[in-house]
């Protein structure tokens, strides 16, 4: 069955800097990969998708996320964190419909 | 309804007694998938209906936990004899075209 690895469960950064967060996958087939983010006491929302077309992914908020068959790997990435950008972002893998999630990383934004 | 909407919103019960929660998809959505959130945790995988198969009840922690769903329609989680350790958020979500979509959970606390 297909996994995925959140290689760090919480990220701190300033304000106006890069953001990057880690996701490893494994699975047998060509999977579909996905970034979720949940602001506190809100709902999971969105972030992100790769389904087999472009490699780099542009999401929502400033959001990209590359994915790399060789290291499986679907790293997320901005350019330049805002504060309301604090919050929890996991990434999930699936095949087909069975679909799982990481354990998540916390982001959060120092002014 | 535009989304996945689940009921009810806050359960508050006592330790030992039966709960029951509900979850009604987005009409059309062939999957279906029930979560549990621990306060400061990452989405725990419980169970998971598609269409007419088998569903895959892999991720549930007991014999405590059942879960049924009818056709491609509502769904029900039950938990029998609660215990203090059941008490989180629970998730429902339905999918199509891989994409999950999130209803708003149902906070449990057992005292």
């Known amino acids: 069955a297909q996994s995925v690895t959140q290689l760090d469960s919480h990220v701190s950064v300033s304000e106006g800097t890069p953001v990057l967060l880690r996701c490893n996958y494994s699975s047998s087939y060509s999977p579909s990969l996905f970034w979720y983010v949940q602001h506190p006491n809100k709902g999971l929302q969105l972030l992100l998708k790769?389904?087999?077309?472009?490699?780099l992914v542009k999401g929502i908020n400033g959001f990209e996320a590359e994915f790399k068959k060789s290291e499986t790997s679907f790293h997320l990435t901005k350019p330049s964190a805002h504060m309301s950008d604090a919050a929890e972002y996991f990434c999930?893998?699936?095949?087909?419909?069975?679909?799982?999630f990481g354990a998540g990383t916390r982001l959060t934004v120092k002014p | 309804g535009a989304g996945v909407s689940q009921s009810p919103s806050n359960k508050v019960t006592e330790k030992g007694k039966d709960v029951e929660l509900r979850c009604d998809p987005i009409?059309?959505?062939?999957?279906l998938y029930w979560y549990r959130q621990r306060l400061g945790q990452g989405l725990e995988f419980l169970i998971y209906f598609q269409g007419n198969s088998a569903p895959d009840k892999s991720g549930l922690p007991s014999d405590r936990f059942s879960a049924e769903r009818t056709g491609e329609s509502v769904s029900t989680l039950t938990i029998q004899r609660t215990q203090q350790e059941d008490s989180a958020v629970y998730l429902c979500?339905?999918?199509?075209?891989?994409?999950?979509?999130f209803g708003p959970g149902t906070r449990l606390l057992v005292l």
């Open positions: 979500a339905s999918s199509q075209r891989e994409t999950q979509y």
């Open positions: 009409s059309g959505h062939t999957a």
């Open positions: 790769y389904t087999s077309a472009a490699t």
């Open positions: 999930v893998v699936s095949e087909g419909n069975d679909m799982r």
